[in-house]
């Protein structure tokens, strides 16, 4: 275990100076990029227990101070960003914790309600940092996206080293099992770095998001942006993250006929579009054995089709199913007066945002919820003075709430933890550029070469 996690901290290292230095390049503060870069940490610094519940990470740890630097400049945060951020500590943290608390004698269900309210301050805090910082008028935003490239890019060296046998960084199977082998669990295979499986989908598909959407403005963005593009592709196809799959198909698909990229930059694009595209019919459909298919299907998606895709989908059902079913035996459940037994009372258990924050608080906790989405939202949008960059972070909301569906967006409780700190940094660099009272015009390398041909062709008609 000891060396498994070793490895992944390297790993996690390798991402995190290539964020700062990424982030640096945005013009942002020295202080902001090795903030973001410590939050960014992807591995976890180690456990409390002996579980792979208990595992801390890089934030945990900032956490206090990122609190108490959020109420100090909190005079600097929109009011509606604010009320937003407010509503979903209430509804994903503070509503769910006191019920815990209130009606249930298991320790376990109150342990991991409370961890999760910690994380949510932690994440809101750290949007709530980054916000002023932002506000930058010299801020180069398509080299924050370029950080996320460089995670998935990361994550793709260490799937590979790991699927030759060289090093293993899977911290996730290695606290529950001692087996030095995946004879038995070929899809662990590509679990790395520490992160869960769709810790691992999410990160890959914002790196292909960006790497499609994103306008590049020089050599170095190109290769990140691409490269990046193509490593989430291949994340989220080896990772088994189905929901991101799918996600990063629609999502792209959709982002390409408003992106203003170059021919070379759609053709790329789309080629990461139909690769994806590809995976998700693999995975949606079971490759037939002795079918073109099934033959020209690479053997690791085909294992990992096989092993995961019934029984992940199937297992979340019957999850989603039994919260329905006591919701309505229990129509308390309803008001939030109904304790929830066992695991129902857990964050987790659901595998759905939407699900859990319907049983965890019923109507107090769905209220404050859709209203916290409600007033983040053109937050965000507020973005689109900035041209094609203000779009993405539209796409980077859309891609969470996708995500909501079978797995989180803003609740982080044990699993997704890191995928949360991304979003939060994302939600606080938009809000802060939102909220600049002087924004200069942002020119892609598109509108540039635009301008060039309109003066020569002005020069040959005068001339």
Not at 61 to 75: D, H, N, R
Not at 228 to 245: D, E, H, L, Q, R
Not at 250 to 260: D, Q, R, V, Y
Not at 345 to 370: D, K, R
């Amino acid at each position: 275990m000891r060396a498994t996690l070793l490895n992944a901290w390297a790993f996690a290292l390798i991402g995190s100076i290539g964020v700062y230095f990424c982030i640096r390049a945005a013009k942002m503060p020295k202080w902001c990029c090795l903030l973001i870069a410590a939050a960014m940490f992807q591995s976890p610094l180690g456990r409390v227990l002996s579980s792979s519940n208990s595992f801390i990470f890089a934030n945990d740890v900032l956490t206090p101070f990122l609190i108490f630097y959020a109420l100090w400049k909190i005079s600097s945060v929109p009011a509606r960003l604010g009320a937003a951020l407010a509503l979903l500590i209430i509804s994903l943290g503070a509503i769910p914790t006191v019920m815990a608390i209130a009606g249930s004698t298991n320790a376990m269900t109150i342990m991991q309600n409370l961890i999760n309210l910690y994380r949510v301050l932690g994440a809101v805090a750290l949007c709530m940092v980054l916000v002023e910082p932002a506000r930058s008028t010299s801020l180069r935003p398509s080299w924050i996206f370029c950080a996320f490239s460089w995670i998935a890019i990361v994550i793709v060296a260490a799937m590979f080293l790991q699927d030759l046998g060289g090093i293993d960084s899977n911290v996730v199977f290695r606290s529950d099992h001692a087996d030095p082998t995946y004879t038995d669990l070929i899809d662990m295979r590509h679990v790395v770095m520490g992160m869960w499986r769709g810790n691992l989908g999410i990160a890959g598909c914002l790196a292909a998001i960006f790497g499609t959407l994103v306008p590049a403005s020089g050599f170095k963005q190109r290769l990140l942006l691409y490269t990046g593009a193509a490593a989430g592709a291949v994340v989220t196809i080896f990772s088994g993250a189905k929901t991101s799959i799918i996600a990063s198909v629609a999502l792209t698909l959709l982002g390409l006929g408003i992106a203003k990229r170059s021919s070379i930059g759609r053709l790329a694009s789309l080629l990461i579009v139909l690769s994806l595209m590809g995976a998700a019919w693999v995975v949606i459909n079971d490759a037939v054995p002795g079918t073109w298919l099934y033959n020209n299907t690479p053997p690791l998606v085909l294992a990992l089709v096989q092993q995961r895709k019934g029984a992940t989908l199937e297992s979340r059902q019957e999850v989603w199913s039994e919260g329905i079913n006591f919701a309505t035996a229990h129509p308390g459940t309803a008001f939030g007066v109904e304790p929830l037994p066992g695991e129902f009372g857990q964050p987790h258990y659901y595998h759905n945002e939407y699900i859990s924050v319907i049983m965890l608080g019923g109507i107090w906790t769905v209220t404050t919820y859709a209203l916290g989405l409600i007033m983040l939202w053109p937050v965000i949008r507020r973005c689109r003075k900035y041209g094609p960059y203000g779009a993405v972070f539209g796409f980077v909301f859309l891609c969470g709430c996708i995500h909501g569906l079978t797995g989180s967006h803003l609740q982080p409780h044990h699993l997704y933890a890191q995928s949360v700190v991304c979003f939060a940094v994302l939600y606080g660099i938009a809000a802060g550029m939102g909220s600049a009272p002087k924004v200069t015009a942002v020119l892609t390398e598109s509108d540039i070469r635009d301008a060039r041909q309109s003066l020569c062709q002005s020069r040959q008609t005068f001339a």
